[in-house]
């Protein structure tokens, strides 16, 4: 079996006046995370993630924040777009493992849901997506509430 290994890395400012999604989930909170599109953070690094493992550059490659089509769009299209991208290289997904660091708010009340969500676009079972989440212990930008950081590895495997 040829198997790869991916890795992505995001981060997000955190803005008063936008919604902040994760995971595909919209999450009430006083500020949402800025960006070209959406800014879901943690389908950012997942769609980095499985780019990478089969070495076909990163999400701004693909869906680039100077491309208007890509303004305000929803993450779960770009992330939908980069699994026809690794199915059309003769890949599926065996697993993906993520952390997301912020300080606020909670994650853990929206886990699963957001596990549902990813699992459901690419066409896995909701416990081959695992989601965690730290904080920084008010350090840094992330512990200031400044911003936000998803961090993704997945298994692929060549069908």
């Known amino acids: 079996m040829k ?8 981060f997000h400012q955190l803005v008063v006046g936008r919604d902040l999604w994760i995971g595909g989930i ?10 070209h599109s959406d800014a879901d953070v943690l389908l950012h690094a997942i769609c980095d993630a499985l780019l990478g ?25 770009l992330l939908k777009r980069t699994l026809d991208l690794i199915t059309a290289k003769g890949y599926h997904i065996i697993n993906i493992d993520s952390s997301l660091c ?8 929206y886990v699963l849901e957001m596990q549902h969500c990813i699992a459901s676009i690419l066409g896995i ?5 695992s989601i965690k989440a730290t904080t920084t212990e008010k350090m840094g ?19």
């Open 102 to 109: 912020l300080e606020a708010p909670k994650i853990k009340p």
């Open 53 to 77: 493992a089969l070495s076909l550059g990163d999400i701004g490659t693909h869906f680039p924040d100077t491309d208007n089509a890509f303004k305000n769009i929803d993450s779960k299209i």
């Open 141 to 159: 930008f992330v512990g200031r509430e400044e911003g936000l950081v998803a961090y993704a590895t997945c298994l692929l495997a060549a069908n």
């Open 26 to 35: 919209k999450i009430p909170h006083t500020k949402g995370a800025l960006g």
């Open 125 to 129: 079972d909701d416990d081959a997506v």
């Open 3 to 10: 198997l790869r290994i991916g890795t992505g890395i995001d």
